[in-house]
Structure formats: structure tokens, C-alpha cells
């Protein structure tokens, strides 16, 4: 495994003079504007009418930007989802609907679920600002497509006209640009994808009950993660946490993503990664507060 302590910086893409804590408030300030496409009921009834069921629904509208393709690609990009999960549905959801049909669906999903949690904010000059940032970052990212498959593919789609839509877009492009990055940082770590759950439930951030209803994990293959990373001394107990090691591995991996997510915001700067978080907070906060982000509507399993 690298030895994480001697890398001090992982992208070497970014300008130094953007703080990368910045980009990340960017972002994770706006992120339920793309996140709810995951869990809405808008999305559910329109993948669900194409033929695609979950899971089929989540796997087929996230991968359909690369195409036609089989479980391979999406595993591998995808990065933490059970194998066997994902060939349960791929390839055989485009034989029920094309990526193209599925790319129109999540969109117009999109545009109903945050019409209705936004209502007339939907049409704020704030929200056309705030459109017009994120979609500056997203196409200026599009100058670091490497190693960035999921980005990549989303940056090729066309641009939607509404500004609500736009900004969906945009945060979208943004969340597989760094999405990508985070894989790249886990691949370096030296963790699989199983194995950076694990880590990430032992964080105490998130439940194991979570991950391993919506990545498709038994029982069996997490108990046998974890006396994996139990021997590298990343995590201890019975109900595992994080060792010293194993908060130091997920400090740098998280450190790691922000850096390699900074170049998409390098355009913005520093006053407008902070404008586009002022913006974005009022709008992210009518979306939870409309339940648009409830994990119980979180559909992929393994049943």
C-alpha cells in the first residue's frame, strides 16, 4: 500500500491558491440538489414505467450516460456495489429501455421532484445566479476529463434550458468529478470498495444497516472486510471503529478528494465557491425540509 504520510499532494492539478476547504463547502452545500435523484418518488415511477424496477431504476439512470453497458464498467466506476448486485440489472435494462429513454426520465424526474420542493424558488433570480456558477465549474472541469469515466460521460450530455435543471446538471457533472477523485484516492489507499464502507461505518458517520441494504453486501463478505482491515490495523472491536491508523487513512483519503475536486472550482474562486454555497443553502434546506432526501426511499439491495 503507498505510504500515505509522504503524499502530501495527490493531484498536483489544483491552484494553490484556491483553499480546498472551500471547494468543499461548495460542494457539499449544494449537494442535495443532485442527491435527491436517488431517492425521490418522482424518479422511482418514471424508471419504473420504463420496465426498471429497483434496483434496475438507480444502476441503469446513473450508468446510462456511458451507454449500453455491462456490469463491468459500472462496477469499476461505481466502485463499492456488490458485483452481483449490479449483474443481477446489467446489461439486461437496456433491453427494456434505452440509455437515452432512461437520461430523459431521471431529468424529467429531476425537474418534478425539485419543482415541487422548491415551488416558487424554482424561479428566484437567486437560483438562476446560483445555476450560472455551478455550470462555470462544471465546464471548466471539463479541461481534467483523465481518470474520470462517470464525469466524463455526464459532461458529453446536453445541457437541459431551466435554470433549476441546469443547476441539476451542473451539481451532477460536479459530484461524478470529484466522485471519481474519491475512487481514485480509495484505489491509492490501497482499499476495495468493500472495504472503504466498512471504514466509513466505522467512522461512526454513517450505518452499516445503510450500506449494506443500498451496495448489495452480505453479511459474510462485511464480517470478512473487516477481519481484513482488522489485520492492517485500521479498525478494532467487536463492533468495529477506527484505530488511530484507520482515523489517519480517512483523514487523508477525504483530503485527498477535496484536492483532487479543486480544479473544477479553481474558475469560481474563492468569493464565488462562497456565493454558490450562499446560494444553494436556502435551496438544499426547501429539499430536505420537503423529505426529498429520505434513506428509506434508498432502493438498491441485495434481497
Do not use: K
Not at 456488490?82 to 425537474?111: C, F, Q, S, T
Not at 464502507?197 to 445503510?210: D, K, P
Not at 475536486?261 to 436556502?282: F, I, K, N, Q, S
Amino acid at each position: 500500500m503507498a505510504d500515505l504520510t509522504a503524499l502530501t499532494d495527490p493531484g498536483g492539478q489544483q491552484p494553490a491558491a484556491l483553499d480546498p476547504a472551500a471547494v468543499r463547502r461548495a460542494w457539499r452545500v449544494t449537494e442535495p440538489l443532485h442527491a435527491m435523484i436517488y431517492f425521490v418518488p418522482e424518479a422511482h415511477e418514471r424508471y419504473a414505467a420504463l420496465g426498471l424496477p429497483a434496483p434496475a431504476g438507480y444502476f441503469a439512470s446513473r450508468a446510462a450516460a456511458l451507454g449500453p453497458v455491462g456490469p463491468g464498467p459500472v462496477v469499476a466506476s461505481f466502485f463499492n456495489f456488490n458485483p452481483d448486485l449490479v449483474a443481477r440489472v446489467l446489461p439486461a435494462a437496456w433491453e427494456r429501455a434505452a440509455p437515452a429513454a432512461v437520461l430523459a426520465a431521471r431529468r424529467d424526474a429531476a425537474d418534478a421532484a425539485l419543482t415541487r420542493a422548491l415551488d416558487d424558488a424554482v424561479r428566484s433570480p437567486e437560483l438562476v445566479e446560483a445555476a450560472e456558477l455551478a455550470r462555470r465549474a462544471a465546464e471548466s472541469a471539463t479541461a481534467y476529463p483523465e481518470g474520470r469515466p462517470l464525469f466524463a460521460a455526464h459532461a458529453a450530455l446536453p445541457w437541459p434550458d431551466q435554470p433549476h435543471l441546469i443547476l441539476w446538471q451542473a451539481q451532477t457533472l460536479l459530484r461524478e468529478f470529484r466522485g471519481d477523485g474519491h475512487v481514485a484516492a480509495l484505489v491509492l489507499a490501497g482499499l476495495t470498495g468493500l472495504e472503504a464502507l466498512v471504514l466509513h461505518a466505522a467512522s461512526g458517520e454513517v450505518s452499516v444497516r445503510f450500506l449494506r441494504r443500498t451496495r448489495g453486501w452480505t453479511g459474510e463478505q462485511w464480517a470478512d472486510a473487516i477481519d481484513r482491515l482488522r489485520g492492517r490495523g485500521l479498525v478494532e472491536g467487536d463492533e468495529p471503529a477506527l484505530t488511530d491508523s484507520g482515523r489517519a487513512q480517512r483523514a487523508w483519503i477525504e483530503a485527498a478528494t477535496d484536492r483532487l475536486a479543486t480544479p473544477a472550482y479553481a474558475v469560481l474562486g474563492a468569493d464565488g465557491c462562497a456565493r454558490l454555497a450562499e446560494l444553494t443553502r436556502p435551496l438544499s434546506r426547501a429539499v430536505v425540509a420537503a423529505g426529498l432526501l429520505d434513506v428509506d426511499n434508498a432502493v438498491p439491495r441485495r434481497d
